[in-house]
């Protein structure tokens, strides 16, 4: 039933926003039907050589011959977001931090820059995440990077605007952007202790105070983590929860955060990985904004407690349902070991 409603609400709010406001759909045409040079019989690799704007870009590749063969390769298809010289400039610091002392830390920074399939602008619209051609041992599959739109345009990783030229290569498609793209570098836990204190202030307690945040950095958590919001665990009451966070009611807790964490399972809003890589729109030949409804069964760390995930999808609008009831209002937070997302009920009780 809660599904029905999902899917109608969908469908309303996607009649609402072609029909009954063209103004809106005019702007974000506007803004995601960038000018596109005419293709061209350059590859990749030649467009950015050619394109004075984009010389610190050329100048790195010159010093990675992997990438540079990729990029020149006529028989692959793929998409570059390519960084300006303004913002390599304004990048300087990143490039001189541990990256550079990090054994392929400058090669991993350009391969998160480079996705395998060619994507225009307007496609990009409904892509919530992307995957790159970095390949970490800490994930189970490729590290993505996600797509917003946002007042100004489309953007990469929430701060790297999209230009409003894009070229269309042999091999491929050529955006630029006006930042240097930088791989995540927290961990799931990592990044839940740097949200809000206002809005998680009770998650961060809470996965300290079990002692779970210190025993997952040692077993190299790889996966999923539906985070509790300060909401959730203010619906349990105030008597619940001064036992939670007791010395009596430590385990209790720990049992409860353990049903949040999904081992060696990775879900974004569109891709699955499972031990190996599993991209749901991986094949490019697929389509890459499709409709419909997706299940996944996903067993947590606590013990005989599985998800039941749904994915409703109708081109770029997308809901996510934990269980049946539970949604998950915000969604594709990228770690470097896996992905966040945001509930407002606690799983498990």
């Known amino acids: 039933m809660v599904t029905l409603v999902f899917a109608v609400g969908m469908i309303f709010l996607y009649f609402i926003f072609s029909q009954l406001n063209p103004w809106a759909c005019a702007l974000i045409q506007a803004q995601?039907?960038?000018?596109?040079?005419?293709?061209?019989?350059?590859?990749?690799?030649e467009v950015v050589n050619l394109e004075p704007r984009l010389s610190h870009f050329s100048d790195i590749l010159k010093h990675l011959p992997g990438v540079q063969e990729i990029l020149q390769d006529r028989h692959r298809e793929l998409t570059l977001f390519v960084p300006t010289n303004e913002a390599f400039d304004n990048s300087h610091d990143l490039l001189r931090s541990h990256l550079l002392d990090v054994p392929g830390g400058v090669e991993g920074l350009i391969?998160?820059?480079?996705?395998?399939?060619?994507?225009i602008s307007t496609k990009l619209l409904c892509i919530p995440?992307?995957?790159?051609?970095?390949?970490?041992?800490?994930?189970?599959?490729?590290?993505?990077?996600?797509?917003?739109?946002?007042?100004?345009?489309?953007?990469?990783?929430g701060h790297a605007h999209i230009?409003?030229?894009?070229?269309?290569?042999?091999?491929?498609?050529?955006?630029?952007?006006?930042?240097?793209?930088?791989?995540?570098?927290?961990?799931?836990?990592?990044?839940?202790?740097?949200?809000?204190?206002?809005?998680?202030?009770?998650?961060?307690?809470?996965?300290?105070?079990?002692?779970?945040?210190?025993?997952?950095?040692?077993?190299?958590?790889?996966?999923?983590?539906?985070?509790p919001s300060n909401w959730a665990f203010l619906q349990l009451g105030s008597r619940r929860l001064h036992r939670l966070?007791?010395?009596?009611?430590?385990?209790?807790?720990?049992?409860?955060?353990?049903?949040?964490?999904?081992?060696?399972?990775?879900?974004?809003?569109?891709?699955?990985?499972?031990?190996?890589?599993?991209?749901?729109?991986?094949n490019r030949k697929k389509e890459l904004c499709?409709?419909?409804?997706?299940?996944?069964?996903?067993?947590?760390?606590?013990?005989?407690?599985?998800?039941?995930?749904?994915?409703?999808?109708?081109?770029g609008l997308i809901e996510m349902l934990v269980d049946g009831y539970v949604p998950i209002?915000?969604?594709?937070?990228?770690?470097?070991?896996?992905?966040?997302?945001?509930?407002?009920?606690l799983l498990a009780k």
């Not at 995601?32 to 690799?45: E, G, K, M």
């Not at 209790?252 to 879900?267: D, G, K």
């Open 32 to 45: 995601v039907q960038a000018p596109i040079t005419p293709p061209t019989y350059r590859t990749v690799l």
């Open 111 to 119: 391969r998160y820059h480079i996705i395998p399939w060619p994507i």
């Open 129 to 157: 995440t992307l995957p790159t051609l970095l390949l970490p041992e800490s994930l189970n599959g490729p590290q993505r990077l996600t797509i917003t739109l946002e007042p100004s345009g489309l953007s990469v990783d």
């Open 163 to 227: 230009g409003p030229r894009s070229v269309s290569a042999e091999n491929g498609q050529v955006h630029l952007v006006d930042a240097v793209l930088q791989p995540p570098e927290k961990s799931v836990v990592e990044l839940v202790m740097d949200l809000p204190l206002s809005s998680f202030g009770w998650v961060m307690h809470a996965l300290s105070f079990s002692g779970i945040q210190s025993d997952l950095d040692k077993v190299r958590f790889t996966g999923t983590f539906l985070v």
């Open 245 to 282: 966070f007791s010395t009596s009611g430590r385990n209790e807790l720990r049992s409860i955060l353990a049903a949040h964490f999904i081992p060696n399972q990775t879900l974004y809003s569109n891709a699955y990985y499972q031990h190996e890589p599993q991209d749901i729109v991986h």
């Open 290 to 315: 499709p409709s419909g409804v997706r299940w996944f069964h996903l067993a947590t760390l606590q013990p005989n407690v599985t998800h039941r995930v749904q994915v409703l999808r109708l081109a």
């Open 329 to 345: 209002h915000q969604r594709d937070l990228t770690a470097r070991n896996g992905v966040v997302h945001v509930v407002d009920s």
